[in-house]
């Protein structure tokens, strides 16, 4: 069975204090891995996509690696502005051409001034 | 650009009531997908269409229904509401690839509350 499982599920920082996420995976043959935010009361907010071990993709403080059984979303000197939860989704070959995403239970970071 | 757009942004229903919840996409997006989340659950799709006048059930199909007459909306419909489907509801859409695949990220609405008595 495919799965995706994100730790911590909670991290509190202080303003500067860099950090990461992990997003861990086991599926049958991945298409794409991505990277959402979200506020409280919004939608996830596109973030990154990665399709192969070893890309990596930057925005501004947060960059996004990928390994064949992982991804992580590291987060340099977080401004209380980064606070929101962190999802990390997976498509897989067999979902075929439906584009399907099978989600983590995300992350909610907390930064504190 | 609105992007997504769901309505009603809240809504209160008794058990038994129906109502449906529409999506609506300006990005001319074939994809189109159901979500709900609940605490602890992470996000879980109901139904998705491939295109126009296509619908499929995803992880939690039951006690819903779903159209798509056209392109840019896409309609979820509870036909007899229970406290069980009390929940926020997403609805995303996402593009076909120039790869062949669909591996385009999904963009989402700002969801739809709701609270069933």
């Known amino acids: 069975e495919d799965q995706v499982t994100q730790s911590p599920e909670a991290l509190r920082l202080q303003e500067g204090e860099s950090s990461s996420l992990n997003c861990s995976y086991t599926?049958?043959?991945?298409?794409?891995l991505f990277w959402y935010r979200q506020d409280p009361g919004k939608g996830p907010e596109f973030l990154f996509t990665?399709?192969?071990a070893g890309e990596e993709k930057e925005k501004e403080r947060l960059k996004a690696t990928l390994t064949k059984k992982e991804s992580f979303l590291h987060i340099t000197a977080p401004k209380p502005e980064d606070s929101a939860t962190y999802l990390c989704?997976?498509?897989?070959?067999?979902?075929?051409?439906?584009?399907?995403?099978?989600f983590g239970q995300g992350t909610t970071l907390q930064v504190k001034p | 650009n609105a992007g997504v757009t769901q309505t009603p942004k809240f809504r209160v229903l008794k058990t038994g009531q129906s109502m449906t919840l529409l999506c609506a996409q300006d990005m001319n997006h074939e994809y189109m997908y159901w979500y709900r989340q609940d605490p602890g659950m992470g996000l879980r799709l109901i139904h998705y269409?491939?295109?126009?006048?296509?619908?499929a059930k995803g992880e939690v199909p039951d006690g819903y229904n779903v159209s798509r007459l056209k392109k840019q909306n896409f309609l979820l419909g509870l036909e007899s509401a229970a406290p069980s489907q009390t929940s926020v509801y997403f609805c995303?859409?996402?593009?076909?690839?120039?790869?062949?695949?669909?591996?385009?990220?999904?963009?989402f609405g700002d969801g739809t509350r709701l609270s069933i008595l």
């Open positions: 599926v049958s043959g991945l298409r794409g």
């Open positions: 989704a997976v498509q897989v070959s067999r979902s075929g051409n439906t584009g399907k995403l099978i």
């Open positions: 995303a859409s996402s593009s076909y690839g120039v790869t062949g695949y669909s591996n385009q990220p999904q963009h």
């Open positions: 269409s491939v295109g126009e006048g296509t619908t």
């Open positions: 990665l399709y192969s």
